[in-house]
């Protein structure tokens, strides 16, 4: 299936693995013109044996936390395609502890990766979208960010001010013919859960399947699993989203108690 996306230049960080590589190749798959960003020359490599084999594949090592290289990402783009249609932030990184064991380290890691690279993203590739009177620019969030997470308060506290910025920039260029979109996503089986898939997780070629058929039809925001959308509304009830908190901080001190996760806390301190 080709159609809206044949012919288009695409930008996509956070393109060489999970969901950022599964909707990297989904859109080389309809036609589109796709530059795979990763943060690592290694994840590039990676990604460039795999996907090497479409015609309209370029690859590129970005650090998103850097506004000089995303500003460049963004001019590469234009230089050599004429264009860019599509601009895919979805780089970013993940975060499950305890908030006395978060440092401010992490709060800068995390504020600079999930919202800083967003930033940076939307400010090289609106002046180019404005010149060439069209556009449209896809964050990725999370549904973690859409109803308070127990033990995850930096990745969502990011992530709800990716939905903001998203929510705000769409009705502010709505009539300018550049568009945009924030991500939800649940669940997706990507290599973040280590082969620990939980159960109901989104495949991932599924997933990208999703995100570019709400893009298609420019929504504003796009939510998956429809299981999500029926949790959502629940949670409007305070009995059910205390529960379901309760739950979650149940099944979190279970994890933190376990030797993998004591180990895998003195592997970052080492980092």
């Not at 506290?157 to 939905?163: D, E, P, Q, S």
């Amino acid at each position: 299936m080709k159609g809206a996306f044949e012919g288009k230049v695409a930008i996509v960080t956070g393109g060489t693995s999970g969901i950022g590589y599964a909707v990297s190749e989904e859109l080389l798959k309809r036609g589109a013109t796709v530059r795979v960003i990763g943060s690592r020359k290694e994840s590039v490599e990676k990604a460039k044996a795999a996907l090497g084999k479409y015609k309209k594949a370029a690859f590129e090592a970005v650090d998103v936390r850097d506004y000089a290289a995303v500003e460049k990402m963004v001019a590469d783009c234009v230089a050599e395609s004429g264009r860019i249609d599509y601009l895919f932030n979805n780089a970013g990184i993940s975060q499950k502890n305890p908030y006395e064991k978060s440092t401010l380290a992490d709060w800068k890691e995390m504020i600079d990766i999930n919202l800083w690279g967003v930033i940076h993203g939307v400010n090289a590739a609106l002046p180019v979208m404005q010149k060439q009177k069209s556009g449209h620019i896809i964050n990725t969030s999370s549904v973690a960010a859409l109803y308070g997470t127990p033990y995850q308060t930096l990745y969502v506290a990011t992530k709800n001010a990716v939905i903001g910025l998203s929510d705000c920039l769409y009705y502010e260029y709505l009539q300018k013919n550049i568009f945009f979109t924030v991500v939800c996503p649940g669940d997706v089986a990507t290599p973040i859960f280590k082969g620990q898939i939980p159960e109901g997780a989104v495949p991932v070629e599924e997933a990208a399947q999703i995100i570019l058929t709400g893009v298609e039809k420019r929504e504003r925001m796009i939510v998956f699993p429809d299981l999500m959308k029926e949790v959502l509304e629940k949670c409007k009830d305070p009995v059910f989203r205390d529960l379901m908190h309760k739950n979650s901080e149940m099944e979190s001190r279970l994890v933190f108690a376990s030797p993998e996760y004591q180990e895998f806390l003195a592997g970052q301190k080492r980092r």
